[in-house]
């Protein structure tokens, strides 16, 4: 068996928030005093229970919480939930388990119940130090607490941090994204995750679209980020990630190379290899109805073969991301497909004829120009 078959990453959504950004278009809720977060961990576990069936043998090599807000959450809970998952699934000792936290839901006793419950991992939604910018994208945080997280975070004793920024943002400018990255920088943590915003379908910021930077200043900031990022030893290894030696992100490593997981709670997706065949699972969107099926022990998860074509563009989609590229061996034996594949071949070549693709022997690697146009290069495998 190779080794990525061996292995299963588990995600775990927790879809509750204080309220719903302007830009968000994950699967999330406000939170009301009626919800019993407590009944939810025990609907996640049993959820896992029933998934695990689909892979049995696997070793958990990463687990991530993320949301919603998964730090609005009693760190009792988080600490249970974990708890019960080393109990049903074997959980690898080196397994990096990440929390994500935002700035005005943590405190000290929190972190510090995450820690030893085994979460060695956090990830801080601060988007900007910038109040003018927090206020455009109506997160529930100031500049204040967001420094005061990072600050907490590392007195706990964490070493595997990362800091989410955004850039290209309403209200923001060139100097502001630049200070952002200085400020995140001059934290020190091992991760800074680094996106442009996107207008998604179904968020306000669709329905009703803010006033954004000029294109040029985006590009600046993007550009002159990256060489700022290079600069302070940070090593580009995805297209929105950038890692000091040995900090990258080993779950999302595990998505983006196409490897298997289980995704647990409202809304979670999943994805499993049995033999050649490779099956999605998703949850019931609706937090109410997700827990609804489960007490009444109904099978919550809708399982979908996904066809060679489909695998292909999905495989694509995500190794694409990744700055060292793949082998052509890794693709054939992760989507299903015979090697020596005509289709295959005609794409690859099609991407490295824009110029968007590299080859080095059996290794195909995105070029910078199709790092900066993913969507052009991506388009490949879709059409």
Request: with cysteine.
């Given at each position: 068996?190779?080794?990525?078959?061996?292995?299963?990453?588990?995600?775990?959504?927790?879809?509750?928030?204080?309220?719903?950004?302007?830009?968000?278009?994950?699967?999330?809720?406000?939170?009301?005093?009626?919800?019993?977060?407590?009944?939810?961990?025990?609907?996640?576990?049993?959820?896992?229970?029933?998934?695990?069936?689909?892979?049995?043998?696997?070793?958990?090599?990463?687990?991530?919480?993320?949301?919603?807000?998964?730090?609005?959450?009693?760190s009792e809970l988080i600490a249970r939930l974990l708890e019960g998952i080393s109990e049903k699934v074997p959980v690898?000792?080196?397994?990096?388990?990440?929390?994500?936290?935002?700035?005005?839901?943590?405190?000290?006793?929190?972190?510090?119940?995450?820690?030893?419950?085994?979460?060695?991992?956090?990830?801080?939604?601060?988007?900007?130090?910038?109040?003018?910018?927090?206020?455009?994208?109506?997160?529930?945080?100031?500049?204040?607490?967001?420094?005061?997280?990072?600050?907490?975070?590392?007195?706990?004793?964490?070493?595997?941090?990362?800091?989410?920024?955004?850039?290209?943002?309403?209200?923001?400018?060139?100097?502001?994204?630049?200070?952002?990255?200085?400020?995140?920088?001059?934290?020190?943590?091992?991760?800074?995750?680094?996106?442009?915003?996107?207008?998604?379908?179904?968020?306000?910021?669709?329905?009703?679209?803010?006033?954004?930077?000029?294109?040029?200043?985006?590009?600046?900031?993007?550009?002159?980020?990256?060489?700022?990022?290079?600069?302070?030893?940070?090593?580009?290894?995805?297209?929105?990630?950038?890692?000091?030696?040995?900090?990258?992100?080993?779950?999302?490593?595990?998505?983006?190379?196409?490897?298997?997981?289980?995704?647990?709670?409202?809304?979670?997706?999943?994805?499993?290899?049995?033999?050649?065949?490779?099956?999605?699972?998703?949850?019931?969107?609706?937090?109410?109805?997700?827990?609804?099926?489960?007490?009444?022990?109904?099978?919550?998860?809708?399982?979908?073969?996904?066809?060679?074509?489909?695998?292909?563009?999905?495989?694509?989609i995500n190794i694409t991301r990744l700055t060292d590229g793949f082998e052509l061996s890794d693709l054939y034996d992760?989507?299903?497909?015979?090697?020596?594949?005509?289709?295959?071949?005609?794409?690859?070549?099609?991407?490295?004829?824009?110029?968007?693709?590299?080859?080095?022997?059996?290794?195909?690697?995105?070029?910078?120009?199709?790092?900066?146009?993913?969507?052009?290069?991506?388009?490949?495998?879709?059409?």
């Open positions: 068996m190779l080794p990525w078959r061996e292995n299963i990453s588990v995600y775990v959504h927790l879809p509750w928030c204080t309220s719903k950004c302007p830009y968000c278009d994950f699967n999330s809720f406000l939170r009301t005093p009626s919800v019993r977060e407590d009944l939810y961990i025990n609907c996640l576990l049993q959820d896992l229970e029933e998934d695990i069936k689909l892979a049995p043998g696997r070793v958990v090599s990463s687990i991530y919480l993320g949301g919603g807000t998964p730090s609005l959450f009693s690898r000792e080196s397994a990096e388990i990440t929390l994500e936290i935002n700035p005005e839901s943590t405190s000290f006793r929190k972190l510090e119940v995450y820690k030893r419950s085994g979460v060695n991992r956090i990830s801080i939604g601060v988007q900007s130090f910038s109040n003018d910018v927090l206020t455009a994208l109506s997160r529930p945080h100031n500049d204040i607490e967001a420094r005061n997280a990072i600050l907490l975070v590392e007195e706990v004793g964490f070493e595997n941090i990362n800091i989410d920024l955004m850039f290209g943002v309403p209200s923001g400018t060139y100097n502001s994204d630049m200070l952002d990255l200085n400020e995140a920088i001059s934290f020190q943590p091992g991760h800074i995750s680094r996106y442009q915003l996107t207008i998604e379908e179904g968020t306000k910021f669709h329905v009703s679209p803010p006033k954004l930077p000029h294109e040029d200043a985006i590009y600046r900031s993007y550009s002159d980020g990256l060489e700022l990022l290079k600069n302070s030893g940070f090593n580009r290894y995805e297209v929105s990630a950038y890692s000091l030696s040995g900090r990258s992100s080993s779950h999302n490593l595990h998505y983006w190379r196409y490897g298997d997981y289980i995704g647990i709670g409202a809304g979670a997706h999943g994805k499993v290899t049995i033999g050649k065949d490779i099956y999605r699972t998703k949850k019931a969107d609706s937090p109410t109805l997700y827990m609804k099926k489960l007490k009444e022990k109904r099978a919550d998860s809708e399982k979908r073969l996904v066809s060679e074509e489909d695998a292909l563009i999905e495989y694509a992760k989507t299903g497909i015979e090697p020596g594949s005509h289709e295959v071949d005609e794409k690859i070549i099609r991407a490295e004829k824009a110029g968007f693709f590299e080859r080095k022997g059996d290794v195909i690697k995105p070029t910078k120009k199709g790092q900066l146009f993913l969507n052009d290069l991506q388009l490949i495998f879709l059409n």
